[in-house]
């Protein structure tokens, strides 16, 4: 026992030594990737615990300024959250990322909700949930229609919508995404 502790031990001070973190095996790196948006969810709740390490990671997002121009709305209910997506799985929270949009820093507002909702999806993903992201102008239009019920103020729009939920089984985070156009016509190195 007291061998195969020694063992393990050398093994993890050799790997957080010597392995490269420039390499795409880097396990912090995994997730991000291969990200993927879930299409299909299983029952089953988030639970307070995932869901407060969820809004920490969105609440910690950069922000032109540091103006954190967001307010996050987490909805555990399950029959508003169906009026916003229809046929929502048991047990799935939505976060419905809003600001105020009137005026000059309409853009970057828009901007910093995406990376803070962005920032959600990873902490999520690193969790091993399920998540898809919804900007599509009928499901925003709904739930601008429910700003009384879900605490938006009047003068906030809703910009980004995050489901959240279980995966089922067979799905994982690192395998199922579509796939992505090639890399020379997306990037240019001058
Ligand atoms: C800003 C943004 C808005 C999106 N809006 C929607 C949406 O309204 N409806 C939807 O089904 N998926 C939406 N998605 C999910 C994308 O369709 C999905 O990320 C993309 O197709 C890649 O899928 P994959 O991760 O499974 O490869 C959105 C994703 C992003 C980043």
């Known amino acids: 026992m007291k061998k195969i502790i020694i063992v393990g031990i050398l093994l993890l001070t050799?790997?957080?030594?010597?392995?490269?973190?420039?390499?795409?095996?880097?396990?912090?790196?995994?997730?991000?990737?291969?990200?993927?948006?879930?299409?299909?969810?299983?029952?089953?709740?988030?639970?307070?615990?995932?869901?407060?390490?969820?809004?920490?990671?969105?609440?910690?997002?950069?922000?032109?300024?540091?103006?954190?121009?967001?307010?996050?709305?987490?909805?555990?209910?399950?029959e508003l959250a169906s009026q916003i997506l229809p046929n929502i799985t048991e047990g799935n929270v939505l976060i419905v990322g809003s600001g105020a949009l009137d005026g000059a820093n309409r853009d970057a507002v828009i901007l910093d909700a995406g990376l803070a909702a962005q920032s959600m999806f990873f902490a999520a993903n690193a969790m091993g949930l399920g998540i898809r992201q919804y900007t599509n102008p009928g499901l925003i239009g709904r739930t601008n229609a429910l700003k009384a019920e879900l605490g938006i103020p009047a003068d906030h729009s809703a910009i980004i919508v995050t489901r959240f939920g279980r995966l089922p089984p067979g799905v994982d985070v690192l395998s199922s995404a579509s796939p992505r156009a090639n890399p020379d016509t997306r990037v240019i190195y001058r």
Not at 14 to 32: C, E, H, K, S
Not at 35 to 41: A, L, P, Q
Not at 43 to 64: C, K, M, N, W
């Open 14 to 78: 050799f790997g957080v030594v010597f392995l490269p973190a420039q390499t795409t095996d880097n396990p912090g790196l995994r997730p991000i990737l291969h990200h993927f948006s879930t299409r299909d969810f299983a029952t089953g709740p988030v639970t307070r615990v995932e869901l407060s390490i969820i809004v920490q990671a969105g609440l910690g997002a950069p922000s032109a300024g540091n103006r954190q121009p967001w307010l996050f709305t987490v909805v555990e209910n399950h």
